[in-house]
Structure formats: structure tokens, C-alpha cells
């Protein structure tokens, strides 16, 4: 409050510097999304999935042609949703760091369930046989195949072209919302590669940990000095 009477509302700004593989410091990296912790809906489908006016061509044409796969997903999630049946799925979100310093927000990459090797790692957890946070380790590959809740690894798990290599991402974690827990992590590249599927597992070293989630996408080609973020969502949802 001023002396006048005037209200002055908080402000302030945010700025971020990229520190590449090789040292590089990137300043002000523009458009780093705050992915919504929400649960999923047709309008947040709409926003976050389809291509639209005002997007990067790139980006359009990726959610294109990535559209039909998500929605094999969101169409469980939806019916689900729609009958209030309780559910637990993933959200994967992405948003790409080139190491020219620019930066792309694919957005909604992936609406899965969870796999049965998850499922039994969560019930373990209540037996304190293992531990919930360690489920934050975030794995790439360039393996198309469909998932399956079956699913234990990653198809073609990526390892040399990984800096450092056969090291997953161990992303951050918090409760995104009440019933979401959200994990970030950014895998960063050394080599080339076409990106087409990341896996949430228990631990850092590729080749082994338990698998929570597997997600299929369009290609993604990255090379030395790029990164993906990637922001996973684990929804829980209640009955009614």
C-alpha cells in the first residue's frame, strides 16, 4: 500500500540459462511451458494435442501425425472419466531444448495405462518392500513397437547416444495437484537418434528397474547437444 491509497500487486519475472553438454551457457530459453496438472478432458486434448493456428509448423506436423496414436489412449481415459470408474493412467508431456538454444513444445505426447509390473511394484510399496519415489527415473528409446500393459522395458532402450551414457534422467518429483504426482526429467543427447518411446522406471542404470509406464509416440530426431524434458503426470482419479 502506498502513501497515496494505491495497491501495487506483486510482480516479477523469470529467467533461465541452458548449460549445454559441452559448457555452452544458452541465456534466456524462451517458452518453457508450465504443462497443466489437470485431468484429462476433450478440451485439454484439443489444446495440448491437435495441431492449431499459431504453432511452430514443426510442432503442427508432429501433433499430427502423433494425434491418432494418443487418442488410442485418451479414449479409455475418456470412458472411464465418463462413468466415474476409477483409474490411475499417465500423461506424458514434451518439450524439446536444441542445442541452437531454441526450444519446442510438442505438448500432450501420450495417454497410457499403467503396466502390471507397475502395478505390482505400487502394491509392494504398501508392504514397504519398496519405494514409491523411486519411480522417477525417466528412459528413452527408438523402439515403435505398440505398448502393452505386459510391458517390463523399453524395446530399444537408448544408451550411447545418452550423455552420460546408460544413464536414464532422474527427474524431480511433486504432487502436481491433489491426485497427481508429476516427475520431470531431461535426457540429454550426444548423438544422433530418432526418439519414439520413454518409459518412467525405478532406477538410473538402463537395462534393468522396474517399468511404471510406456509411451509410443511420433519420432522425435535429436542430435549432440539437444535435450528432451520430459514431464510425466501419474493421474489417480476416485469414484463415484
Known amino acids: 500500500m502506498s502513501a497515496t491509497g494505491g495497491v501495487s500487486d506483486p510482480a516479477g519475472s523469470l529467467s533461465a540459462t541452458l548449460i549445454k553438454a559441452d559448457g555452452r551457457h544458452v541465456e534466456s530459453v524462451p ?7 489437470e485431468t484429462v478432458g476433450l478440451d485439454h486434448i484439443r489444446k495440448y494435442a491437435a495441431s ?5 509448423s514443426r510442432v503442427n506436423a508432429w501433433r499430427r501425425d502423433n494425434y491418432l496414436r494418443l487418442m488410442v489412449g485418451a479414449k ?4 472411464a472419466r465418463k462413468f466415474g470408474i476409477p483409474t490411475f493412467n499417465g500423461q506424458l508431456w514434451i518439450s524439446v531444448f536444441r542445442g541452437d538454444g531454441s526450444v519446442e513444445d510438442y505438448g500432450l505426447a501420450s495417454l497410457r495405462v499403467v503396466t502390471t509390473a507397475g502395478v505390482g511394484y505400487i502394491v509392494d510399496a504398501f508392504q514397504n518392500t519398496t519405494e514409491l519415489e ?3 527415473f525417466h528412459g528413452v528409446g527408438t523402439g515403435s513397437t505398440a505398448e502393452a500393459v505386459g510391458d517390463t522395458a523399453l524395446v530399444t532402450e537408448s544408451t550411447t547416444v545418452l550423455n552420460p551414457d546408460s544413464t536414464r534422467a532422474t527427474g524431480s ?8 504426482y ?14 519414439v518411446e520413454h518409459g518412467i522406471f525405478s532406477q538410473a542404470a538402463t537395462g534393468g528397474g522396474t517399468l511404471l509406464d510406456r509411451s509410443v509416440f511420433s ?6 547437444g539437444d535435450s528432451i524434458q520430459f514431464t510425466y503426470d501419474f493421474t489417480v482419479t476416485a469414484g463415484s
Open 134 to 136: 523411486n519411480l522417477k
Open 76 to 79: 479409455k481415459v475418456l470412458l
Open 31 to 37: 517458452n518453457m511451458t508450465p504443462w497443466p496438472a
Open 182 to 195: 508429476r516427475t520431470v526429467g531431461t535426457v540429454t543427447f550426444d548423438g544422433s537418434a530418432a526418439i
Open 173 to 180: 518429483t511433486t504432487e502436481a495437484a491433489a491426485n497427481i
Open 52 to 56: 492449431g493456428p499459431g504453432l511452430p
Open 219 to 224: 519420432a522425435i530426431n535429436v542430435a549432440s
